[in-house]
């Protein structure tokens, strides 16, 4: 049974969506899992975007954050990446916002 769960993740879903937030930052990354590489990333660290965001750990910066890493994804051909909420984690406030900005511009989420 472990193979066909490592078969279908290797081909079918090779790309997952990491995220981090804290109370001041927003942070998000592409890993391809079978290589265990970081593929894409964005943060609200980044200074030109620390300069520009009136708040770096609002919903409003976890929507700007999804809209940078998805023009990120589209450069690196990546039309669409898998999420799935850790345990406890609700669909709600802040992972709402990065999601659906995510799917607003045109990264499909399996």
């Not at 066909?4 to 997952?16: D, E, F, G, N, S």
């Not at 980044?46 to 700007?64: F, H, I, W």
Request: glycine fraction near 4%; charged fraction near 25%.
């Amino acid at each position: 049974m472990g193979t066909v769960v490592t078969r279908t993740t290797k081909y079918l879903k090779p790309y997952a969506l990491k995220l981090h937030f804290s109370n001041k930052y927003v942070r998000s990354m592409v890993v391809h899992k079978p290589t265990s590489r970081t593929v894409a990333a964005a943060s609200s660290l980044e200074k030109d975007l620390r300069t520009e965001l009136p708040s770096t750990g609002d919903v409003a910066a976890a929507a700007t954050i999804a809209e940078l890493l998805a023009e990120r994804l589209k450069l690196q051909d990546i039309p669409a990446v898998s999420f799935e909420l850790q345990k406890g984690e609700r669909y709600h406030g802040k992972i709402k916002a990065f999601v659906d900005s995510l799917k607003a511009h045109g990264i499909q989420l399996i």
